[in-house]
């Protein structure tokens, strides 16, 4: 008999932050991930991803989920909640959704 059972997704709410990268020889900067951090619920990483956006050397932060299905090798889903941005103080906030199968 098979068991026709499916494992549940998981789901990962991240904040991740950024912060500036000098410019290399071709003079580009840019931005270089500072944080990745995970935590057990969307608001928690937004609010997260708020508080980082505040900070002087922060360049921006963003909060975003992913759900992972453990009978596939790739994420299932993954939704922005929130993209923030510390421009000369000012906080942008945006809501982007994504859905695809090869995250």
Known sequence: MINAERSPEKTHYICQTYVEKEAGRDGQGGLKIAKQLE???A???QNRAEREALSED???ANAY???EDPNRTNWTKR???GVL???SGTLGLATVRCAGTNW
Do not use: F, I
Request: with cysteine; net charge neutral.
């Open 79 to 81: 939704a922005y909640l």
């Open 39 to 41: 935590y057990s619920t």
């Open 43 to 45: 608001s928690e990483a």
């Open 85 to 87: 941005k510390n421009n």
């Open 58 to 60: 922060c360049a921006g």
């Open 65 to 67: 989920m992913v759900s």
